[in-house]
């Protein structure tokens, strides 16, 4: 009986010494952007969506920054690229104002860059740790980057989680690229008063 024990206790110990399998890897790919849904009426025209890219990439980069480190490199990629990130702004600025008007484009902006943020949040949230993983070398390459053509061709071809899908003009599902608004308006002729004689 002793030997029973002894030998099933060899068993058990030599069962505990023996490493786990590794864990595999899985590469992260983050999720599509989510439609919107105050959807703009129009495409995107080329610039316009180079901004909506340059835009989401800034917005993912501070996402990076606050939940995974990294607030010197987005520091020093916002210093060199601030006047470029303004003028994508001002582009999509007028954006707004083509697809709602110039009564609703500051209020539609701004829904935009607050969805925008809460879209890169709940990314990062839902990614776990994968998030970090992809993120800091996201931040690593935009860091590195030169010229305002290569920030829009790292944009263009990064994986970046949106908040409004604007199609591009051209595509075959595209709507329409311009808004005309017809407005009824009145003319009054003034007449001349002729004086009696």
Known sequence: MRKLVIASTLILLA??????????????VP???????????????????????????QTQLMQTALSCGGEDKY???????????????KVLALFFTR???????RSSFDAYITQLANAQSQQDL??????C?????QLDKAQALATVED???????????????VEACGSPSAP??????????????????????
Do not use: M
Request: aromatic share 8%; charged share 25%; net charge positive.
């Open 31 to 57: 999720p599509p952007p989510s439609k919107p849904t105050d959807r703009a009426p129009i495409c995107g025209r080329p610039e316009e969506v180079a901004a909506f890219a340059a835009v989401g990439l």
């Open 176 to 197: 329409p690229e311009t808004v005309t608004v017809h407005r009824a308006t009145r003319s009054y002729k003034k007449k001349k008063h002729t004086p009696k004689s």
């Open 151 to 165: 920030l829009n061709n790292f944009a263009a071809q990064s994986p970046i989680q949106q908040s409004l899908d």
């Open 75 to 89: 520091g020093t990629f916002v210093t060199k690229f601030q006047s470029d990130l303004r003028d994508q702004r």
């Open 133 to 137: 993983d992809f993120s800091k070398s």
């Open 126 to 131: 839902k990614s776990g740790a994968s998030y």
């Open 15 to 28: 069962s505990c010494k023996a490493e786990p399998p590794p864990v595999q890897q899985v590469q992260f």
């Open 99 to 105: 697809a709602y008007g110039s009564a609703r484009s």
